[in-house]
């Protein structure tokens, strides 16, 4: 595992309530893959206190590393939503498995808002190396404005005719006109924008009662587990 100590040097607003954090590379030989995550040390009241997040930046973009959260209560989350350019920081990782397979090309995303984040680091990652994946992609969130990364995702999928991207909104405030999926992501949901299904290995990201729910949806496909990758965003709920 690799271990620095950097500075925030840019802060993105996504949406209303995500924000994007950017963080210099300052040690060599800083590698990981799309789709794991790194431990994340700040102050808090004087303290350090330390937090996990997925990098949603890809190993394509050089430089820097960035992690994406919607902004809560908590204290750590508040400390975050205060830093500014300068702010110190250490980073240590890359951990986790959630990442993409070598041999199995074919692909199911499902997610749900700040669920994106070790979805477009794989995408990025995806698209900048024009590599042969076939996905399809169903994206959950409460509105159109809530959506993070919403342009960037449109411009991958119209880059990329091997990604399909289904925005699926839950809210109550639907943009005039809008033609896409309403409600929660089902299992005929499932049938119908994926119906080969069977043939596709799912990765599932987002809040715990949102992994837990969209993964008996796929199992109740018939799919095995084994054909199942699960991140939780603990906190979220």
Known sequence: MWQFESEVSQVVKQTPEIKTFRFPIHAKGVRYLPGQFFFLTIKVGGKDAIHHFSFSSSPTEKGYIEFTKRITGSDFSQAL??????????????????????????????????????????????????????????????????????????????????????NVLSGPDLPAGWKGKTGLISGDMLREVIPDYEERRFYVSGPPRMVISLESQILGLGIPQKQVMRDSFTGYD
């Open 81 to 166: 939503d205060a830093m500014k350019p300068g702010t110190w920081a250490r980073l240590r990782g890359p951990v986790g498995f959630f990442t993409l397979p070598r041999k199995h090309r074919r692909l199911a995303f499902l997610s749900g808002g700040i669920g994106i984040t070790p979805l477009r680091s794989m995408l990025r990652y995806i698209a900048d190396k024009e590599l042969a994946y076939d996905i399809v992609m169903l994206y959950d969130n409460k509105s159109y404005e809530d959506i993070p990364f919403r342009e960037e995702l449109d411009e991958i999928t119209a880059s990329y005719p091997s990604l399909r991207l289904e």
